[in-house]
């Protein structure tokens, strides 16, 4: 089994912060890369960012310069920081991960069962 552990979402003031965390455990070989993506009501999931193994990183154009990713590959975890919010990064955000279990000769993605981000005006 793999899981994934999320923290720090909750109830912030437009322009706040907050910095949300994501632990994987389990049989894990190795992890190739992490990420958080989020769902809005209404609306389809969508990337927020994604970082590999090398630390390459990826960002929504919405978030490009509020929020950083950063991924602590001995501890297997990824942080999300999340500056400046506004009302509409209100959303579920799940924390994903590419891993490669013991067992596996393949990669394949895990996800987070989701925390709750609320951004009032």
């Given at each position: 089994?793999?899981?994934?552990?999320?923290?720090?979402?909750?109830?912030?003031?437009?322009?706040?912060?907050l910095r949300l965390s994501c632990a994987a455990s389990g049989s894990i070989r190795n992890i190739n890369g992490m990420?958080?993506?989020?769902?809005?009501?209404?609306?389809?999931?969508?990337?927020?960012?994604?970082?590999?193994?090398?630390?390459?990183?990826?960002?929504?154009?919405?978030?490009?310069?509020?929020?950083?990713?950063?991924?602590?590959?001995?501890?297997?975890?990824?942080?999300?920081?999340?500056?400046?919010?506004?009302?509409?990064?209100?959303?579920?955000?799940?924390?994903?991960?590419?891993?490669?279990?013991?067992?596996?000769?393949?990669?394949?993605?895990?996800?987070?069962?989701?925390?709750?981000?609320?951004?009032?005006?």
């Amino acid at each position: 089994q793999v899981q994934l552990a999320e923290s720090g979402g909750g109830l912030v003031q437009a322009g706040g912060s907050l910095r949300l965390s994501c632990a994987a455990s389990g049989s894990i070989r190795n992890i190739n890369g992490m990420g958080w993506y989020r769902q809005a009501p209404g609306k389809e999931r969508e990337l927020v960012a994604v970082i590999n193994s090398g630390g390459n990183t990826n960002y929504a154009d919405s978030v490009e310069g509020r929020f950083a990713i950063s991924m602590d590959n001995a501890k297997n975890t990824v942080n999300l920081q999340m500056n400046s919010l506004i009302p509409s990064d209100t959303a579920v955000y799940y924390c994903y991960a590419l891993v490669r279990r013991w067992d596996s000769l393949v990669t394949r993605p895990y996800w987070g069962q989701g925390t709750q981000v609320t951004v009032s005006s």
